[in-house]
């Protein structure tokens, strides 16, 4: 499986982005699909993530309410919704896939990895 990321830019404290992760492959249904982020010297940390199916989804603390992980198997693609972004929501984000079941937090339960999309706001 490849994983390509978009979306990532420059926007102000308070406002929005959209995320893409397009898959390749014909079997992305049977993938967790997750969302991860590094700051700099920061480790990276669990965002959101979504079961195959699409009818589990998991957040971090720090963006429950804010952001809304989806998917669409149709179109190889899960997406991640951010709204009132902050500061602290300045990192590169990796999309990840991962076979087996449920919305899973952990990195090291995920086999694929996307090359990463920057997101920096603006305060």
């Known amino acids: 499986v490849q994983l390509q990321a978009s979306g990532g830019g420059l926007v102000q404290a308070g406002g929005s982005l959209r995320l893409s992760c397009a898959a390749s492959?014909?079997?992305?249904?049977?993938?967790?699909m997750g969302w991860f982020r590094q700051a700099p010297g920061k480790e990276r940390e669990f965002v959101a993530a979504?079961?195959?199916?699409?009818?589990?989804?998991r957040y971090a603390d720090s963006v429950e309410g804010r952001f809304s992980i989806s998917r669409e198997n149709a179109e190889n693609t899960v997406y991640l919704q951010m709204n009132s972004l902050n500061a602290e929501d300045t990192a590169v984000y990796y999309c990840?896939?991962?076979?087996?079941?449920?919305?899973?937090?952990?990195?090291?339960?995920?086999?694929?990895w996307g090359q990463g999309t920057q997101v920096t706001v603006s305060s």
């Open positions: 990840a896939a991962g076979t087996g079941f449920g919305a899973r937090m952990v990195a090291t339960t995920y086999d694929y």
């Open positions: 979504i079961a195959g199916s699409g009818a589990n989804t």
């Open positions: 492959g014909r079997t992305f249904s049977r993938y967790t």
